[in-house]
């Protein structure tokens, strides 16, 4: 059990007579990279929250960092780094003022938050910048910087959502080399996203569809489960056996 920092069971989610997220089972390695694939609607999103802490689940068990969420859930907060493609920086505020926000909202001390602020100038070269709006960032460089505060903890896990959604190539690439640097310090990485490609980044993946696990296992497994040479083959040979 101390292997796993993400450990749920039979977890579901209904709004009203929709099931979200139907009875998933799954464990998450200390130090893994775990993508969680699949179409947008799929269900990923809404068990990431759960996750988090930010949903509470209608049925099952989920425990993340040895805590449980359904009563354990500011303890599970702390432990945590999030971000999101939809939001996860604030425009109107400088470089400076969001490292220090959510310096301030994962409860650091002004001595820590100090230290870990100019570290993190220092690793993005941001030390000219600190007072620049960050809604004048290249995108690529405001990805960094989302990631990085996400980071300014240390937590043991950092949720990952869609964050590489709508961006180009070269800043897809460049951020994974982010997420693999952070899994080499430890750090357990959940990421959803709907590139099939990025399966090939993770030591293991999940394929949702309509709420449930349709795979769950190595890419390489996986591929080889549904004689695929491609996750977007295995996608597809998924989504007929369940339409």
Request: hydrophobic share 40%; aromatic share 10%.
């Amino acid at each position: 059990m101390d292997d796993f920092v993400i450990i749920a069971r039979d977890l579901t989610r209904k709004f009203g007579d929709f099931v979200a997220v139907d009875s998933i089972s799954f464990n998450v390695e200390r130090g893994e990279i775990f993508g969680f694939l699949g179409a947008n609607g799929a269900g990923k999103t809404t068990a990431m929250r759960m996750m988090c802490g930010l949903l509470m689940p209608t049925s099952g068990e989920i425990h993340v960092a040895g805590y449980n969420v359904k009563n354990e859930t500011d303890a599970v907060k702390k432990s945590i780094g999030y971000m999101s493609q939809r939001f996860s920086l604030y425009n109107d505020l400088s470089v400076q003022e969001n490292i220090d926000f959510y310096g301030g909202i994962y409860g650091l001390s002004k001595s820590t938050l100090k230290q870990r602020s100019q570290q993190l100038l220092d690793e993005l070269d941001l030390h000219q910048d600190r007072s620049r709006l960050v809604s004048d960032l290249p995108l690529g460089i405001k990805q960094r910087l989302a990631f990085s505060t996400a980071l300014i903890h240390d937590p043991s896990i950092v949720f990952l959502d869609e964050p590489t959604s709508g961006v180009d190539p070269l800043t897809r690439r460049q951020f994974w080399e982010m997420i693999q640097s952070a899994a080499e310090r430890g750090i357990t990485v959940l990421i959803t996203t709907h590139y099939l490609d990025e399966a090939e980044y993770c030591q293991r993946i999940s394929i949702m569809v309509d709420g449930r696990l349709a795979a769950y296992d190595t890419p390489e497994n996986v591929r080889s489960t549904y004689s695929a040479r491609t996750m977007d083959e295995v996608f597809l040979k998924i989504t007929r056996k369940s339409s």
